[in-house]
């Protein structure tokens, strides 16, 4: 074991609520993390929406009609825009998670991340179809 | 006559003086091709010979002198004078360390957790001498020779925001090299390493800043590799959670 | 050391989290779409009456409100913590027993349809 020759260590403080203001990329992994915030908020509004579904016809057209507030579309635009923030960094880091390898090299990233882009367009195109909004 | 005269900005510390850490300017005049370290051997050689650091190298491979150069944690001999904005240059020690002298910081906690991770070969059965050595395919070299790069500069331990809040986080360099092994096909000691890298204060630390690979000089990734880890364990901790699990030695 | 229970808390994450990335952002626009008056005829109450009927669609509706509630709450316990809040036993247990909550509550109104 080796012996400790320092006298007197100095501790700096690290500011607890504060320190991820700090520097770009601390601001940009707590904005991330807080996006789970609006998911979850958005969950509560599907399960809200289920049991508009499950109670229903009048109750599903109180539901709707509550959508409309002010409140309701400013809290639904910030959610889509937290949402597609989410989804953008979340393939963004999948490469990392995932590496695949093939012989000696891996597979660039840019193809891991280009194939979940590819499947989210289509997914969402094809979810817009379901609902009646793309017509055929 | 000098490329460009900077001035260094230096935080000092002398236990037997100094109840706390105080910024020291020195005004240094530096060459087109210098590096931060050259800026500041010219300090200790020429202005002020009680300046303490670490260096050795230079040349960005033995892992020695990293510090916090404007706020981020780099190896001064591979930060070029010339690619920073700024005249004034602001020096302080590796963050997320306590000081010991001047830039020295005191490394015993990473130190303790590196050996921590069981950072070596282990073998549930030995290979007989007349086997001959273990043979390896570059492909299985490939899957882990990533992670061998670390150099052990602490420069991820200073970025990270987590080793900052919870002092007991193994951290990104240790985590990284316990995966080096788990990868590596001599290797059988998965399990060996799990006690530690699978704990609350292992892997299940990691938030996923991201900072300690954008940090690393050497593209190690440890953040990568923490991730990986946490797939492979939490598919593990499901196995033997059913009842089909490997049994531990 | 004994090893983490997290596992179990870090795949509903992980996995609520993929999901979200996949179909939230387009579920959000239907949203939107029906608080500007201009609901898809997909969402009429008919429409998503009779698709909530189906087994497969159950499935899917409580995979995607459970799996988001658990990653929020997965998620949120770490941000707290990053945010300088300590107690980090008291914010799992709300957290998770509010997705907890609402994953029940999810079962009990599917099976109503």
Sequence with gaps: MTTKPYVKPYVREVPRTTWYLARRRDRIHMAQELTSLFIGIYALLLLCALRAVADGPEAYQVFVASLGSPLMRGLLWITLAVTLFHTVSWFQVTPKAMPVQIGEDFLPAAIIVGGHYAVWIVLSLFILFLAGVLHG | ?249 | MARSNKPLVWSLFAAGGTLAAFVLPVLVLLMLMAGYGHPPTGMSYETLRAFAANWLAKLILFGVIGLCLWHAAHRLRTALHGLGLRADKAVAVMGYGIAAVGTLLTLYYLARI
Excluded at chain 2, 15 to 42: G, I, K, M, S
Excluded at chain 2, 70 to 89: A, H, N, Q, Y
């Design chain 2, 1 to 249: 006559m000098a490329y460009k005269t900077i001035e260094l900005e230096i935080l000092r510390y002398r236990p037997e003086e100094d109840e706390t850490p105080w910024f020291q300017l020195f005004r240094v005049p530096c060459e087109e091709d210098w590096v931060v370290l050259d800026a500041v051997n010219y300090v200790k050689d020429h202005l002020d010979s009680s300046l303490s650091y670490r260096w050795s190298c230079h040349m960005a491979v033995c892992g020695s002198c990293g510090m916090m150069i404007d706020g981020e944690p780099r190896l001064s001999c591979k930060t070029f004078v010339r690619d920073l904005p700024d005249r004034r240059i602001r020096i302080e020690p590796l963050a997320n360390f306590p000081i010991e002298r001047d830039l020295v910081v005191v490394l015993d906690d990473f130190m303790e957790k590196l050996q921590r991770v069981k950072p070596y070969i282990i073998r549930q059965e030995e290979r007989a001498i007349e086997e001959g050595e273990h043979l390896q395919t570059p492909p299985q070299l490939a899957k882990f020779r990533q992670y061998t790069l670390c150099i052990n500069c602490c420069c991820c331990y200073s970025a990270c925001p987590q080793y900052a809040l919870i002092p007991e986080f193994i951290g990104p360099a240790a985590l990284a090299l316990a995966h080096r092994y788990n990868l590596d096909s001599r290797d059988q000691g998965r399990e060996d390493r799990e006690d530690v890298v699978a704990s609350n204060v292992g892997i299940w630390d990691c938030a996923f800043a991201d900072a300690c690979s954008q940090v690393c000089p050497k593209h190690v990734d440890p953040a990568g590799a923490i991730q990986q880890m946490k797939i492979s364990s939490t598919l593990h901790w499901y196995l033997d959670h059913l009842g089909l699990g490997r049994k531990k030695r």
